[in-house]
């Protein structure tokens, strides 16, 4: 218990309040004086502040009030026995500190703030009444305290904040250190993020470092002259490109579970009647909790429902997969290879980089439906949680980013054959794609953040007929405020901003490796985008937007199987590339290169499905340090259980002695 009465309370949590014209003179029935003192009650540190336009109230829980509410969630945290068991106030010991020495991490912490904030309720005999800037409200018996201020517009926002010794720290070590290139401090990134954006800084900085060879054998390739040689070396770089490939995703694996051990990830907690997570919604099919009561009162009945309920969600996934695949066929797929038939029918190369220009923003605008309409059809579908439900939706937005980001470049490659025109396409779409991206990411928000500010100073311009330039903002959470959130362009429902910077790699991946052979200095443009994309992410979340909620995901999910779907891809377009080098006049004889680029494509094939059983997906200290928590568990299980036993059989022995 000491340790955690030694630790300094940070201010995590702000809640927003319009500003009050009137005030009330009455303090105990003043709305804000009962919330800031109801959140006393629970164990929050409180601190009110008056900004330009709104009221704010800053939320610091000293770990004292964490222990107690992480007992009251029975959140489950990681033992040094490498058990995961529910948290205790009194064995604090017992558990593994996060890298930073805290005991909770973001995840947890963020958890227990919700369930105290979203817990307050009105446990007297009677209603009670609340006044608020000369409007009167009644706080019922049993009513969440909370979610009534949040209907009367009362309170506008709950959000969590920067830890500003932290953000300054990380802004130092991370986002402004540029000598190092793709060295990050990722277990700080984790104590201060959570787990769901360190993994993917860890991906972007692994992915970045293997381009560097990939990158300095296609420049040596471009600057070679390859005229007698270019049948042998372009097969030979095809080759090592897709072993690079099958290499990184499962080097990869070992490297997550690597982060997973070292990192002690708690159970996940599901969102409570009491509470809520912002950001996170349930599915609209029955629950499955409903269908365990119907099970155990009526078994026959229970299963009938239970297989019901099975194949209505596997109906609404097929529905909705079909869907979405017509609407590619039918609508996308025409766009696209209007777009790819002008650009070959064009002259002139400044009317090219204009059309490509265009396109790239009209299709941000279709792709973004698009993703609207998947988030709108899997609420229906029946997933096991929110991370299944986000899986689903990545999987269905990839698909029609994939139809229009690579059918132009299919059209050239498979229709003309026209290798110069094909390269050129490439050039402008890593450069246009890369730029505009990284413009666009960076840029809207701080935009936003820009414009917010000059409304908020010119609405209390007008007010007090002050220049807006004298306004200033004086408290950091009033700007944390009118930062933008990180989310996704499709939407806040399932995916947070990491679906976008996720999108962006996954189809750099599948641009630079599916048309390899017809430009091998793409991995250097993907190399030099990296480094770039490592520091400018790491700026974006540290100075322009606010602090993100954290999401409880130890993986890249869905990420790393459409990555393993772009290599197969790219096996079949390169071997396809290859044969157009071997057969230019377009015969289609089977000839001894031909034959050969056929036998590399199967052999290839069967590396990539079974180079997964040469290299095991996990350390093997991790499965030994795994076996040895288990074996330390059982025997600990094991001596505690005698333990009980005989003291039940000495129990029992004594009161027949005293019987007799």
Request: glycine share 6%; hydrophobic share 45%.
């Amino acid at each position: 218990m000491n340790e955690l009465e030694n630790e300094e309370a940070v201010f995590e949590i702000g809640v927003v309040i319009p500003r009050r014209i009137i005030q009330e003179k009455d303090e105990s029935s003043d709305c804000v004086y009962v919330l800031v003192e109801e959140f006393k009650k629970v164990g929050f540190v409180v601190e009110r502040i008056v900004g330009i336009a709104d009221e704010f109230i800053k939320l610091a829980a000293p770990l004292e009030t964490l222990g107690r509410t992480a007992a009251e969630l029975q959140i489950k945290k990681r033992t040094h026995i490498g058990m995961d068991l529910q948290f205790e106030v009194e064995e604090v010991e017992a558990f593994v500190k996060q890298p930073d020495g805290s005991v909770f991490s973001w995840c947890e912490r963020f958890h227990c703030y919700c369930h105290l904030i979203y817990g307050i309720v009105n446990n007297g005999n009677s209603a009670i009444k609340l006044k608020f800037d000369g409007k009167e409200i009644c706080w019922e018996t049993g009513e969440n305290l909370i979610q009534k201020l949040e209907s009367e517009n009362i309170v506008k926002q709950v959000f969590p904040l920067h830890d500003e010794k932290t953000r300054k720290k990380l802004l130092r070590t991370w986002a402004l250190q540029w000598w190092d290139l793709t060295s990050q401090p990722i277990d700080e990134v984790y104590s201060y993020y959570g787990a769901k954006i360190a993994i993917y800084f860890a991906f972007l900085g692994m992915y970045t470092r293997w381009l560097f060879f990939l990158a300095a054998f296609g420049l040596t390739l471009q600057l070679t002259d390859l005229r007698s040689t270019k049948l042998v070396a372009l097969p030979v770089f095809f080759v090592v490109v897709i072993l690079w490939a099958v290499m990184f995703c499962q080097f990869w694996k070992r490297k997550n579970s690597a982060l997973l051990a070292r990192w002690p990830l708690s159970s996940a907690v599901g969102a409570e009647p009491g509470y809520k997570i912002p950001g996170r919604r349930d599915s609209s099919l029955q629950p499955p909790m409903e269908l365990l009561k119907i099970f155990e009162t009526d078994r026959v009945k229970g299963k009938q429902v239970f297989q019901r309920h099975e194949w209505l969600g596997r109906f609404m996934r097929f529905r909705n997969d079909a869907f979405i695949i017509f609407s590619i066929i039918c609508l996308q797929l025409p766009f696209e290879l209007a777009y790819a038939h002008l650009y070959e029918v064009i002259g002139s190369d400044a009317m090219k980089f204009g059309l490509t220009a265009v396109y790239l923003f009209a299709i941000q605008y279709i792709t973004k439906i698009g993703g609207r309409v998947s988030v709108r059809l899997i609420k229906n579908e029946n997933n096991e949680n929110t991370e299944k439900r986000a899986d689903s939706l990545v999987y269905k937005v990839f698909g029609l980013y994939f139809m229009q980001t690579y059918i132009g470049i299919f059209y050239h490659a498979l229709l003309h054959r026209n290798f110069s025109t094909l390269r050129k396409v490439l050039i402008q779409r890593l450069l246009l794609s890369e730029v505009l991206e990284n413009l666009v990411e960076n840029s809207l928000p701080y935009l936003k953040y820009s414009y917010k500010k000059y409304s908020v100073r010119h609405k209390k311009n007008r007010e007090k007929g002050e220049s807006a330039d004298r306004i200033q903002f004086s408290s950091r959470v009033e700007k944390e405020y009118l930062k933008p959130s990180y989310s996704a362009s499709i939407g806040e429902e399932l995916e947070d901003g990491l679906f976008d910077d996720f999108l962006e790699l996954a189809l750099q991946f599948g641009m630079i490796l599916m048309f390899a052979c017809a430009f091998p200095p793409a991995f250097a443009f993907a190399a030099v985008n990296n480094i770039m994309e490592i520091r400018t992410d790491a700026l974006k979340l540290l100075a322009i937007l606010r602090r993100p909620v954290p999401r409880a995901a130890g993986t890249v999910g869905a990420w790393l199987n459409i990555f393993q779907f772009l290599i197969l891809m790219s096996i079949c377009t390169n071997c396809a590339l290859l044969v157009w080098l071997y057969d230019e006049e377009g015969k289609w004889k089977v000839e001894p290169g031909l034959a050969a680029i056929l036998i590399m494509e199967h052999v290839l094939l069967l590396i990539k499905f079974g180079f997964s059983r040469l290299v095991p997906a996990e350390p093997a200290w991790v499965r030994a340090n795994r076996a040895k928590n288990t074996t330390q568990a059982q025997d600990l299980c094991s001596k505690k259980l005698l333990r009980t036993i005989s003291g039940g059989e000495r129990s029992s022995g004594e009161m027949k002695v005293k019987r007799l």
